[in-house]
T-cell receptor
């Protein structure tokens, strides 16, 4: 089945130790999003891409970086995780144009920072 | 002020009741999505709207582009409908902006 897959589902890291989260999709969607969701809060947009055009939200900390080497893959790098970065990280994809507005979410990667 | 506002923030209902969740937005959009998130679960897209009305089972979603307003209705609500319902709009730069969500609890 076409889908959005996030790895790992659960990541435990130490304070300051870099982490990379991945997202892959088989939908051939142009648009990919990374969101951070903390407990009982709405998801907060970190970045989004249209193809390789990268859009960084103004309030996304410099500690967060992203890469999209091709249509299928997108990575979220957290260079020096702090305790406040513990959250669920959600990847989503979307098509573009008429009839291509399907929005699909991955299951998320839950990050714990010790 | 948030670009996407939802009301109510919390909603409790008895099984069988008709439920309405409202969403208002202030930006130009290419599409509006209604999403569902069960506790501890992933996010599922329920509807994508750019005009008019859509129905899927007991769920109905409407949008009024001129008024920048959308509603999600649940008919004959059931405890399994208990979840957070999120309105999200896709602006003309493909940015997907989330509302704050409505937490629904349906009691038997």
């Amino acid at each position: 089945d076409a889908m959005v897959i996030q790895n790992p589902r659960y990541q435990v890291t130490q304070f300051g130790k870099p982490v990379t989260l991945s997202c892959s999709q088989t939908l051939n969607h142009n648009v990919m999003y990374w969101y951070q969701q903390k407990s009982s809060q709405a998801p907060k947009l970190l970045f989004h891409y249209y193809d390789k055009d990268f859009n960084n939200e103004a309030d996304t900390p410099d500690n967060f970086q992203s890469r999209r080497p091709n249509t299928s893959f997108c990575f979220l790098d957290i260079r020096s995780p702090g305790l406040g970065d513990a959250a669920m990280y959600l990847c989503a994809t979307a098509g573009r144009g008429r009839g291509a507005n399907v929005l699909t979410f991955g299951a998320g990667s839950r990050l714990t920072v010790l | 002020k948030n670009e996407v506002e939802q009301s109510p923030q919390n909603l409790t209902a008895q099984e069988g009741e008709f439920i309405t969740i409202n969403c208002s937005y202030s930006v130009g959009i290419s599409a509006l999505h209604w999403l569902q998130q069960h506790p501890g679960g992933g996010i599922v897209s329920l509807f994508m709207l750019s005009s008019g009305k859509k129905k899927h089972g007991r769920l109905i979603a409407t949008i009024n582009i001129q008024e920048k307003h959308s509603s999600l209705h649940i008919t004959a609500s059931h405890p399994r409908d208990s979840a957070v319902y999120i309105c999200a709009v896709r602006d003309n730069t493909d940015k997907l902006i989330f509302g704050t969500g409505t937490r629904l609890q349906v009691f038997p």
